[in-house]
């Protein structure tokens, strides 16, 4: 029997002004109706570069993302590559010293920081709503803005390289190298400034996903019913907002002195050079875990969907994925055991980065039980997932080695590390990223991915992933330190160099075999349905790809698992559900750019909130900021006062308000969202 929400009365609501508080009607918006068209024209933004610029559709935003990201992939890859060709024998000269500085460091600034957290905030953007029930995140214009500072920011570290003046200290940047005595070229101040760039971008994102959760899940998604990769995201957002500001004060000080005259890490002054450690890995090590939760949460949510079941132990992974981050604020000396620390710390950060290993291990357990208990499908997707798992168990397992001090103590600075390093951030990102796209192309595009060239992108990628960086354990063994350019034949590491070398250039033809069936599909690739692999989560109940307003109406969820409501119950094993949703019905918002806020916990619903339209503002207001950073780098302090002053005006522009910003839900008519 149909249910009509004004016909309840549910406690606990909270009235507004009566002239703003409305009832939202209860029912359907078939696709082709007149409301469902009057839905298409008020959420879809101008057609030609108008709209590019102005848009802040979250799926327009989270595609630029993953595609931006994706772009500086390629060309850290690339970077890879050279710096192998120059490994792969002794005594070569490809590259100079100096040159070969400039490339290890864009190398790892592009993979960390213009990469790693980027494209997993695309997954994020672009699947939230649609993962939770709402038409858009909490704030699309920080939205926006958060994608063009970004891109700004890549733009400006890249600025230099052309020129041979790119940053030449290593992605860690330490001083006193990266001070003014030894390093007197613009170099470390195009790094410094685009950081402190780059991190506006990361905070306003990471503020818009926390408020997104809290506030924009659909009715009856109880704080217990939300997917695990919102959770990575949340956890990884809320570590940002702490730790963004100790790496952007780091990186303002490093300019102060190299700029100033300042000396917070000069030590003839008395200045203190292990601050900038200190500062750098209390970002540094929760950052590995924020560009690596996430991902897991992709694993996760996806992995189910091919194992015809829901995750084997939900709560947990909730938990672990929370304690992970945790425990990551705890272990930041982990990178500072040669540094002559005293013993007692480093006693108990040793014992702290052997712990963090119990919550990975939940997790690892999770996924395996879900394939053991279930009935698995075996497409590319699962494929990238489970080869997800086994890097996932390498990396983290050389993790713990190196959380034995005396080991650390032999095993830091050699390429042991960057094999440990290259596990954890390349295989371990890069494999549920690769499987996410094939898993979500459907949802992005409306067409599948071919699933034989899927097959074989992933099993070139998976034995040139290994075959690449697993000698690199064995490089590090025999003694071979980080970031030479070069070796004597004498040292016996040309064969284990030339491994690795021939490994990386299979890995990258596998994410060439990846990129041509990318580009094949989005021509020919087959039609898709709303839900082509049979999935459980929201985002499978609404068009491939999805119209400009998400979901016609506002659906009421009353399960974990939406779509598998008819063959599970709450406790995910066969039968019937006792209390289903029709996620063709729910809440019809009808007047302008709305969708329903809900309470934190329960998601019950309060408010109907009015979203933004398109704006220019945020491109300008990234632009001017961005333009600030370029004026400090060169010096140009009136340009510099012009930019600001832009930056204010846009803003204003930005923040000039409207009329109407949203209507509380009067006491009475609401609909229980309980499950």
């Not at 997104?212 to 949340?234: E, H, K, S, Y």
């Not at 604020?329 to 620390?341: C, D, K, R, S, Y």
């Not at 600030?628 to 012009?642: A, D, P, R, S, Y």
Request: with cysteine.
């Amino acid at each position: 029997m149909t249910h009509n929400p004004a016909d309840d009365r549910s406690h606990g609501a909270h009235s507004g002004d009566d002239r703003l508080s409305r009832v939202p009607d209860f029912g359907r918006a078939p696709i082709g109706s007149a409301a469902e068209a009057h839905l298409a024209h008020t959420w879809e933004s101008a057609p030609g570069w108008r709209g590019s610029l102005s848009t802040v559709d979250h799926k327009t935003i989270g595609l630029r993302y993953i595609v931006t990201a994706f772009v500086f992939l390629l060309i850290g890859g690339v970077e890879a590559l050279i710096m192998r060709v120059q490994l792969s024998g002794p005594d070569l000269t490809l590259l100079t010293p100096e040159q070969y500085s400039q490339l290890f460091t864009m190398h790892g600034v592009t993979m960390i920081f213009l990469y790693a957290l980027p494209i997993l905030s695309g997954f994020s953007n672009y699947l939230w709503p649609l993962l939770l029930g709402s038409r858009d995140m909490a704030f699309p214009r920080l939205n926006a803005l958060s994608y063009w500072v970004f891109l700004f920011a890549g733009i400006f570290m890249y600025a230099s390289f052309p020129i041979g003046q790119a940053p030449n200290a290593g992605w860690f940047n330490y001083v006193p190298f990266a001070g003014p005595i030894y390093n007197t070229g613009p170099n470390i101040d195009v790094f410094a400034l685009g950081m402190v760039l780059l991190g506006i971008s990361t905070t306003v994102g990471s503020v818009n996903f926390v408020v997104t959760l809290f506030r924009m899940r659909a009715p009856g998604m109880t704080i217990n019913r939300v997917p695990i990769l919102v959770w990575g995201t949340l956890t990884a957002s809320v570590a940002n907002l702490l730790v963004i500001p100790a790496v952007s004060l780091a990186f303002f000080l490093l300019w102060l002195d190299r700029q100033i005259g300042t000396y917070f890490f000069d030590v003839v002054n008395g200045g203190k050079p292990l601050l900038w450690q200190h500062l750098f890995w209390i970002f540094g090590h929760p950052w590995v875990y924020a560009i690596v939760l996430p991902a897991m949460g992709i694993v996760s949510d996806a992995l189910p969907t091919f194992c015809r079941r829901p995750l084997v132990g939900y709560a947990m992974m909730a938990l672990a994925t929370m304690a992970t981050m945790l425990l990551g604020f705890e272990v930041w000396i982990h990178h500072m055991f040669a540094t002559g620390l005293p013993t007692v710390a480093l006693s108990i950060f040793g014992a702290a980065s052997m712990v963090i290993s119990i919550p990975s291990s939940v997790a690892v357990f999770s996924w395996i039980a879900t394939i053991w208990l279930g009935r698995p499908v075996f497409k590319t997707p699962f494929l990238f997932f489970a080869g997800f798992v086994l890097l996932f168990v390498i990396g983290g397992l050389s993790g713990v080695m190196t959380a034995a001090v005396s080991l650390d103590w032999q095993l830091n600075e050699t390429y042991f590390i960057v094999a440990h390093l290259h596990y954890v951030l390349l295989g371990i990102n890069v494999f549920p990223v690769i499987g996410g796209i094939y898993y979500w192309f459907p949802k992005f595009t409306g067409r599948m991915m071919d699933e034989k060239m899927g097959r074989w992108s992933f099993w070139v990628m998976f034995i040139g992933f290994n075959v690449g960086f697993f000698p690199m354990h064995i490089s590090g063994l025999l003694g071979m330190p980080r970031r030479i350019y070069t070796y004597s034949s004498r040292m016996g590491w040309d064969t284990v160099n030339m491994i690795t070398s021939i490994g990386s250039f299979v890995f990258a033809l596998g994410v060439l075999i990846f990129l041509v069936n990318v580009a094949i599909s989005l021509k020919r690739g087959v039609r898709a349905g709303p839900n082509p692999w049979d999935a459980a989560s929201l985002e499978w109940s609404i068009p491939s790809p999805p119209p400009a307003y998400n979901f016609a109406v506002i659906p009421v969820v009353a399960s974990r698992h939406p779509l598998w409501e008819g063959r599970l119950n709450e406790n995910g094993k066969n039968g019937e559900s006792g209390n289903r949703s029709s996620l063709e019905e729910g809440y019809l918002l009808m007047e302008g750019r709305e969708t329903m806020g809900t309470s934190p916990i329960d998601a019950v619903p309060e408010i109907i909130l009015k979203m933004p339209d398109d704006s220019y503002a945020p491109f300008f207001v990234g632009l001017f900021v961005s333009l600030v950073f370029v004026g400090m780098l060169l010096h140009w302090w009136n340009f510099t006062v012009l930019m600001i002053i832009l930056t204010i005006a846009a803003l204003i522009v930005w923040m000039w308000p409207r009329k109407t910003l949203a209507q509380r839900l009067p006491d009475a008519p609401r609909r229980e969202a309980h499950g």
